[in-house]
């Protein structure tokens, strides 16, 4: 594959995907791409389908139909091949889900040991790195339980990161967090977005999303209703959900 | 925890099927099918040979004289588990009243004579009624000789129950307690004691299913309970496996609504239920 | 009759019967522990005929009266040309009822683990056994140690059972009947018993609160 078609292969692609919660039509002929090394921030009202939609890049949630694609290959149904190409792409979940019976260094080296097969001296080397990367390095003997969720949340973006993504997915990572830390979080994903991840980034954080996006995409009731820069979309948003969004957010 | 917790994760643990998997699950479907349905009909075949479909050993359950004999033997049993649930009750809260008493010398009595009742078999306490306490010139009806000994045994682990539910209760209520000038005393019994009890119900009512499986040993001291009265019907109609499939199901139904009841109960609370790990399954 | 008495003519029925208690109590945990492991595995599979099978096990197990199952076990089955020793329909008995509260414990420890967990370990690309491996099984076992321990008492007191049939030997609770249609026994056979369970409990109890405190979840 030459240089050139490579460039144009979206690292994430979606094309029509429609998905149904029972009655509910959480995803209406949702189409995006994402490049490689853009970072995308879906933003919208609760219940509009964006947190759905970053979980389906990695089929944590499934599609009635449509397509999407990784590098252009159709992501895979199940099997060694979803796990593969589950570990090629990172999720920070809002909640941080770190296994609570491992240390906060076996959550990291987890990964890269059973599914890389990576040395584990070697995983706990480069483990330590990312945690010392991320502020945490103290804590790497503790269990989850014993640190803030700030501190939780950065040690969870070390685990997608130890298994060197092509893209990560952060399904709102700062919402579950106390304000003050709050900015710990977003100043690691600042960072990550200025060395070039791939990001898709569901959150609220407008200053964020000003800082580190390259696109933004507005939803409402499982469709995207806009879609553009990021301080054209926060300055002059064409839709009226959008205006009305926007309003009742900066109340914060 | 609630069933619907545990239906929600039981899904959790395999993802939504792909169509390989999806084809797998189907294949599995149908094989475990055919395999339950052969081993059903494997015994039902057995059961048929045995001549245990006889209609001499079950003609007798088309007779209202059988069910009104069954049931006289339910009553029995629902009298002696409801009166042992009483007392287990009364008792389970003073035991635990003592159990977390300030004095020492109380709070090891209590603990000692908590751990005795939640370590020994209801079979033997009953044994010790029936046979023991007769030696020394007390006469008690067979009621008691059934009842005292379940509730005693229940009652052991019931103040296990209350103590998981007043630990419970946040400390926070009765500091505050306290500090509008309510005394010790009253803090338990006005503030502490009925949070407690709120959260263990359902505890408490699966703990009646418990007492209500320890009654069936009502025929060693020649109670009439269900079980006793089923080993009479055995005798007049010489019908033994027909009598106790159907008094198994009688228990297995009864237990189950008792459990239903629980659940149900803990579902709509919705407050928080502090279920002790695990009853006593005798 | 005095404490010397009492040993001196039953002492080493009292050993006898201890040894059987314990025997009996092993043999049916081990058993009830394996039975509740492919019990579990069955109502969480996502083949519906075996979940639901798997959960009509424990709601007939759980919920059928301990005695009435030996009973059946004991005289029923001969009826229907299945005979077995007195040991071995106490043992299945008490495996068969035991296994449906530890599926029910196991249950539970699964239960405490959580969707967010699975799905981490699905998006680091965890197959589904190495999830099982490395993050649902180690959580649900040792989130069930203190029922668990609580199980294994429940399996003790449950032996008891074996009162209620000729066993040879004897267990605890069917020796003190045995020594009060011989002798006069009074309090003293019956209080040898019970001390010998409660403290097998309390011992057990203490082992399994030990173990809890070392392997507990934090969470």
Known sequence: MSEDTQRKTPTIELRHVEKHFGDLHVLKDVSLQVEKGEVLVLIGPSGSGKSTLCRTINRLETIDSGEILIEGKPLPQEGKELAAMRAEIGMVFQQFNLFAHKTILENVTMGPVEVLHVDKKKAEQEAMELLRRVGVAEQASKVPAQLSGGQQQRVAIARSLAMHPKAMLFDEPTSALDPEMINEVLDVMVELAREGMTMVVVTHEMNFARRVADRVEFMADGQILEEGDPNEFFDHPKTERAREFLESIKGH | MSAADSVSMRDALYEAPGPRTRRRIVVGTVVSSVAIVAIVAWVVARLYEMGQFDSRYWYFFAQWSTWRFLLMGLAGTAEVALCAGAIALVLGILFMLGRISHNRVVSTVFRVVINFFRGIPSLLLIYFFFLVIPSYGIKMPSFWMLTLPIALTASGVLAEVFRAGVNAVPKGQREAALSIGMTEGKVMRKIILPQAIRYVIPSLISQLVVVVKDTSVAYVVSYPDLLQNARVLISNYDALVSVYFVVAIIYILINYAINQWAVNLARRSGAKVVTRSQENPV | ?219
Not at chain 3, 89 to 107: K, P, Q
């Open chain 3, 1 to 219: 009759m005095s404490i010397q008495e009492l040993f001196s003519l039953y002492g080493g029925m009292y050993v006898k019967a201890y040894g059987a208690t314990l025997w009996m109590t092993v043999v049916s945990y081990v058993g009830a522990m394996l039975l509740a492991l492919l019990v579990t595995i069955a109502r969480v599979s996502p083949i519906s005929p075996l979940r639901k099978v798997g959960d009509l096990y424990v709601q007939i197990f759980r919920n059928v009266a301990t005695i009435s199952l030996l009973i059946i076990f004991y005289y029923a089955f001969p009826y229907l040309g299945v005979v077995w020793s007195e040991q071995t329909c106490v043992i299945v008995v008490t495996v068969l009822v035991a296994a449906s509260f530890g599926s029910e414990n196991f249950m539970t420890g699964i239960n405490t683990i959580g969707v967010g967990q699975i799905e981490a370990a699905r998006s680091l690309g965890l197959s589904f056994r190495q999830m099982l491996k490395n993050v649902v099984i180690p959580q649900a076992l040792r989130s069930s140690v203190l029922p668990m321990t609580n199980l294994l008492v429940a399996v003790m007191l449950t032996t008891a059972i074996g009162s209620q049939v000729p066993l040879d030997p004897q267990e605890l609770t069917g020796l003190v009947s045995y020594i009060n249609t011989m002798s006069v026994g009074g309090i003293l056979p019956f209080a040898v018993s019970a001390v010998l369970y409660a403290g097998t409990a309390f011992l057990i109890g203490l082992a399994g609160n030990a173990i809890d405190k070392r392997v507990r979840i934090l969470r």
